[in-house]
Structure formats: C-alpha cells, structure tokens
C-alpha cells in the first residue's frame, strides 16, 4: 500500500439520464433529497434559505442530514457552473467535484474527493468511508434516476447496513 493515494480518489458511474437532470440532482434540494439525503438546506451569501427548488450557486452553503444519522454535515459550493460541474466542501476541508459529460445516451458522473489528510483518522473514515458511502450512493442516484427506485434503508430498527 505504499503507492496508494490516501489524498484523493475517482469513481465514475454512467446514468441514463439528460446532464441538466444529473446537474439539478446534485445541486436542487428537492432533488439530493430523492437519491442521497433526507433532508437539505442551501443558504446564499446572506444567509437567506433557498427555495428547494433552487439551485444551488458558488458561495451558497449547505446543511445536510442524513436518514438514521445524527451527522450532519456544513458546508460550502465552492464552484457551479449551471450545467456539467459542481464542487463543494466535504468532511472538513475536503474537496468533492462532480463533471458530468455525455457519452451515447449516458451522463457520465465522475466524482473526485481530494485535499484528504494523511492522518490515519482520515485514512479510515474520509478516504475509505467516503469512498464506500460515494459509491453506495452514485449507484442509487443510478436507480433512482433511471428507474424511480430508492435503494436507501430508512428503518431505524436496523442497525447500520451498506444502504445506509
């Protein structure tokens, strides 16, 4: 392992889907809420709460809640160009960009995570635990988008699970 980048990593995912549809899924509240959150809150520069039906911009910031977590997360959209990218803060000083292109009839997602530290606290829940909670979740924006199936355990009497 002595070659592996613990400060950043790549996931891709092909959707069938229009790019505007992923881009507004990404930065539309009402939209994150449907694939990846339960609950989102984008507030401008002065503080002004968003129409969930906003998209979101550069200087927004955001509050996301999660279903069966107590975690939430605080941040901010550090770019968004209105149509194929989006990048925000994450887990502290982290970075995570989203580029969307077409291929065929796809949109292709990439996501990268990077500005990860290299303290082994970091190793273990930001680059290893984002990278497997990313994963969960690009493959249920998948479903949802392309067949209306929410792949996310919202049961609290289950204990914690790969779809939560």
Not at 130 to 149: A, D, I, P, Q, T
Request: proline share 2%.
């Amino acid at each position: 392992m002595e070659n592996f980048d613990w400060t950043k990593f790549t996931i891709r995912i092909a959707i069938k889907a229009k790019p505007e549809d992923i881009y507004n899924a990404w930065t539309k509240a009402s939209e994150i809420e449907k694939w990846f959150l339960s609950d989102v809150l984008f507030t401008d520069e002065n503080e002004v709460m968003l129409d969930k039906t906003q998209n979101a911009l550069k200087g927004d910031r955001y509050k996301w809640i999660w279903h069966l977590y107590d975690d939430i997360e605080n941040g901010m959209v550090t770019e968004a160009n209105g149509k194929d990218y989006f990048q925000f803060t994450f887990a502290g000083d982290s970075l995570v960009e989203i580029k969307l292109h077409g291929e065929f009839e796809y949109t292709v997602v990439e996501l990268t995570q990077k500005n990860i530290p290299e303290d082994d606290y970091s190793k273990r829940n930001i680059r290893l635990g984002c990278h497997n909670g990313w994963s969960f979740y690009l493959v249920n924006l998948k479903s949802v988008y392309e067949g209306g199936l929410d792949l996310r355990n919202k049961d609290n009497r289950f204990n914690p699970m790969l779809n939560n």
